[in-house]
């Protein structure tokens, strides 16, 4: 069988200039790799094996094992039925995963738009976040045509096509994420609610088959990703200032200057009460 | 954890470890691998196992990916920050990043915020922050934090979670760092000891920029258990 293997799940535009730019890794030691592996194949309990080794044993549908530290490397995937001797008969693959120091990568099994197994590996951004963001990353691994994901009713990616991917650096939050097919607005998937945590990337995949009404969501996070706040503004009136004159002008100045701000500034504080 | 899918019998935990033998035993050729992988630790492999279906060379961490299997953990947020030798007893909001990339702080002086994406009090890992103005307009003076400055190593903080828990620090420090100085990665820090840092302004005003020149960090280290 013949399968694909993408080196980083050919993004659409926005997403594949992001996972670049932010190659560069936070975290990671540089003669290791990290590998996740999710089994986005419907009805197929499979085994995996790694350079012909047994590796996961009865992997089911909708699993996601990992991370694993491997040493940097390219590394051979064979993916059998569960009930085989051995990795000489694989149902996807073999493929080479070529796994590069420092890099995060899942590679999915998963079925092509047309519903033919097959595999792909993803880099993962791993990327420090902006305070106060999380990252969402989607991937279209399912037997479908392109799709929208809407946010709400307005759609935030548009155009995924099997097996891209597309990255967004979110204010940390709930999104209420539904799947259309590209130019709809009728969710194929959801509406879900998908938790931006901050600081972490969290990856979704839409997988399955759109033709057997078996379509779903899978989820994998990858944590501590964060940054710290920039600073903290926790003075506005200079009455506490070590030696200063003339305070009684100052605040006074200071609260005519403010008082147009003051409306945004209860506004704000309302805002914090209602995200608690 | 609030998890209703079925753990599967396979959460294995193991470094990757090959035991080519278990391949051997069971009709597989028994050759090395063709692109080695280096063994982060080589579990012994001697006893050749019996007829049997193959078995993983590794464990692996298996989970389900379901939306419903992700983990939700909120810690419980502190409503209340006290400091008894000062007199100061703040009711706290969770608070969050300004759009010009600082930390949210809330608007009276009279109320602290806690920085929600870092630990909260009580945690094992990580400095919670908790700030407050030293003077606002909103408050249209000084407020309670003002007085942070006179804390002395072994003044007792308490902060109180929305559970009604109650955790007590001690003040192991007290310093006044101009602001571009201050590391803000270190501050806020999610990995090491748990220990909780109160910050507010200082020094002096800056007229034009409307801000002080310092912060006023007290860092506080949890007492007993």
Same mark, same amino acid.
């Given at each position: 069988?013949r399968?694909?293997?993408?080196?980083?799940?050919?993004?659409?535009?926005?997403?594949?200039?992001?996972?670049?730019?932010?190659?560069?890794?936070?975290?990671?030691?540089?003669?290791?790799?990290?590998?996740?592996?999710?089994?986005?194949?419907?009805?197929?309990?499979?085994?995996?094996?790694?350079?012909?080794?047994?590796?996961?044993?009865?992997?089911?549908?909708?699993?996601?094992?990992?991370?694993?530290?491997?040493?940097a490397?390219?590394?051979?995937?064979?993916?059998?039925?569960?009930?085989?001797?051995?990795?000489?008969?694989? %149902?996807?693959?073999?493929?080479?995963?070529?796994? &590069?120091?420092?890099?995060?990568?899942?590679?999915?099994?998963?079925?092509?738009?047309?519903?033919?197994?097959?595999?792909?590996?993803?880099?993962?951004?791993?990327?420090?976040?902006? %305070?106060?963001?999380?990252?969402?990353?989607?991937?279209?691994?399912?037997?479908?045509?392109?799709?929208?994901?809407?946010?709400?009713?307005?759609?935030v990616?548009?155009?995924?096509?099997?097996?891209?991917? &597309?990255?967004?650096?979110? !204010?940390?939050g709930t999104? !209420?994420?539904?799947?259309?097919?590209?130019?709809?607005t &009728? !969710?194929?998937?959801? !509406?879900?609610?998908?938790?931006?945590?901050?600081?972490?990337?969290?990856?979704?995949?839409?997988?399955?088959?759109?033709?057997?009404?078996?379509?779903?969501?899978?989820?994998?996070?990858?944590?501590?990703?964060?940054?710290?706040?920039?600073?903290?503004?926790s003075?506005?009136?200079?009455?506490a200032?070590?030696?200063s004159?003339?305070?009684?002008?100052?605040?006074?100045?200071?609260?005519?200057?403010?008082?147009?701000?003051?409306?945004?500034?209860?506004?704000?504080?309302?805002?914090?009460?209602?995200?608690? | 954890?609030?998890?209703? =899918?079925?753990?599967?019998?396979?959460?294995?935990?193991?470094?990757?470890?090959?035991?080519?033998?278990?391949?051997?035993?069971?009709?597989?050729? @028994?050759?090395?691998?063709?692109?080695? /992988? @280096?063994?982060?630790?080589?579990?012994?492999?001697?006893?050749?196992?019996? $007829?049997?279906?193959?078995?993983?060379?590794?464990?692996?961490?298996?989970?389900?990916?379901?939306?419903? +299997?992700?983990? +939700?953990?909120?810690?419980?947020?502190?409503?209340?920050?006290?400091?008894?030798?000062?007199?100061?007893?703040?009711p706290?909001?969770?608070?969050?990043?300004?759009?010009?990339?600082?930390?949210?702080?809330?608007?009276? $002086?009279?109320?602290?915020?806690w920085?929600?994406?870092? +630990?909260?009090?009580?945690?094992?890992?990580?400095?919670?922050?908790?700030?407050? =103005?030293?003077? #606002?307009?909103? #408050?249209?003076?000084?407020?309670?934090?003002?007085?942070?400055?006179?804390?002395?190593?072994?003044?007792?903080?308490? /902060?109180?979670? *929305?559970?009604?828990?109650?955790?007590?620090?001690?003040?192991?420090?007290? /310093?006044?760092? $101009?602001?571009? *100085?201050?590391?803000w990665?270190?501050?806020?820090?999610?990995?090491?000891? =748990?220990?909780?840092?109160?910050?507010?302004?200082?020094?002096?005003?800056?007229?034009?920029?409307?801000?002080?020149?310092?912060?006023?960090?007290?860092?506080? *280290?949890?007492?007993?258990?």
């Amino acid at each position: 069988m013949r399968t694909r293997l993408l080196a980083a799940g050919t993004a659409g535009a926005a997403g594949l200039a992001l996972a670049l730019v932010g190659a560069a890794p936070a975290l990671a030691d540089n003669h290791e790799a990290k590998l996740s592996v999710l089994h986005g194949v419907p009805g197929l309990t499979v085994d995996v094996y790694v350079n012909g080794d047994l590796t996961l044993d009865d992997f089911a549908p909708g699993d996601l094992a990992g991370p694993l530290d491997l040493p940097a490397g390219t590394y051979t995937v064979a993916i059998t039925a569960s009930d085989a001797a051995d990795d000489s008969e694989p %149902a996807i693959g073999p493929i080479d995963l070529p796994l &590069e120091g420092g890099m995060n990568y899942t590679a999915v099994a998963h079925l092509d738009a047309d519903g033919a197994p097959t595999a792909s590996l993803f880099t993962n951004d791993i990327s420090t976040t902006a %305070a106060g963001e999380g990252r969402l990353t989607v991937r279209h691994t399912a037997a479908a045509p392109a799709v929208d994901v809407l946010a709400g009713d307005t759609a935030v990616i548009t155009n995924l096509s099997n097996p891209d991917e &597309e990255v967004l650096n979110l !204010p940390a939050g709930t999104v !209420p994420a539904a799947v259309a097919a590209t130019g709809t607005t &009728e !969710p194929v998937i959801g !509406p879900v609610d998908v938790a931006v945590t901050e600081g972490v990337n969290t990856i979704v995949y839409a997988w399955g088959s759109l033709a057997d009404d078996n379509l779903d969501v899978a989820v994998q996070t990858i944590e501590g990703l964060h940054s710290a706040p920039a600073g903290v503004p926790s003075g506005e009136l200079g009455l506490a200032a070590g030696s200063s004159t003339g305070t009684a002008w100052m605040v006074g100045a200071a609260l005519l200057a403010a008082a147009g701000g003051a409306a945004l500034v209860a506004r704000r504080q309302t805002a914090v009460t209602a995200n608690r | 954890m609030s998890t209703t =899918h079925r753990r599967r019998e396979t959460a294995r935990t193991l470094g990757l470890a090959l035991v080519v033998a278990a391949l051997a035993a069971c009709g597989s050729t @028994p050759e090395p691998p063709v692109d080695p /992988v @280096p063994a982060a630790s080589s579990a012994p492999a001697e006893q050749p196992a019996p $007829a049997a279906p193959p078995t993983p060379v590794v464990d692996v961490p298996v989970r389900s990916s379901s939306l419903a +299997a992700l983990e +939700a953990s909120a810690p419980v947020p502190p409503v209340s920050v006290s400091v008894p030798a000062l007199g100061i007893d703040l009711p706290i909001d969770p608070v969050g990043v300004q759009d010009d990339g600082q930390m949210e702080i809330p608007p009276l $002086a009279e109320r602290a915020g806690w920085y929600r994406f870092g +630990a909260a009090p009580g945690q094992q890992e990580g400095t919670s922050v908790i700030a407050a =103005h030293v003077d #606002s307009v909103a #408050s249209a003076g000084l407020g309670p934090f003002a007085r942070l400055k006179d804390l002395a190593q072994g003044d007792l903080v308490d /902060v109180t979670l *929305e559970d009604g828990t109650t955790h007590r620090y001690a003040v192991t420090s007290v /310093v006044a760092l $101009a602001k571009p *100085e201050v590391t803000w990665d270190d501050i806020f820090t999610r990995e090491g000891g =748990h220990r909780l840092t109160l910050i507010t302004c200082g020094g002096s005003f800056q007229r034009e920029a409307r801000s002080y020149t310092d912060n006023v960090i007290v860092t506080a *280290e949890p007492v007993g258990g």
